[in-house]
């Protein structure tokens, strides 16, 4: 299972941050990261991070994102700097070492001034 917290109402260039923990079995967990779906569009990476710590970013936030995880039982997501363009549904996802993903029930995340 996967909860995910942290998400609300942020003003433009202004930051939130992005819980996720993960309970289960843990073990064959690989990647760790969020996804994120506007109104409209199709379900994006944000970003992930692998089991060895390797990070991957869309092009849209690198630099003001960041994600990190605490082994395989939580992933965050630092947002900085943060846009109109940012607001969306934010979900938590794992793969496991089969390709399964598995996701959180996703928070909404809302920039505007």
């Known amino acids: 299972q996967l909860q995910a917290s942290g998400g609300g109402v942020v003003q433009p260039g202004g930051s939130l941050r992005l819980s996720c923990a993960a309970s289960g079995n843990l073990f064959s967990i690989n990647d760790m990261g969020w996804y994120r779906q506007a109104p409209g569009k199709q379900r994006e990476l944000v970003a992930s991070?692998?089991?060895?710590?390797?990070t991957k970013y869309a092009d849209s936030v690198k630099g003001r994102f960041a994600a990190s995880r605490e082994n395989a039982k939580a992933v965050y997501l630092q947002m900085n700097s943060m846009r109109p363009e940012d607001t969306a549904v934010y979900y938590c996802?794992?793969?496991?070492?089969?390709?399964?993903?598995?996701w959180g029930q996703g928070t909404q995340v809302t920039v505007s001034s």
């Open positions: 991070v692998t089991r060895l710590g390797v």
């Open positions: 996802n794992i793969v496991d070492f089969t390709g399964t993903h598995y």
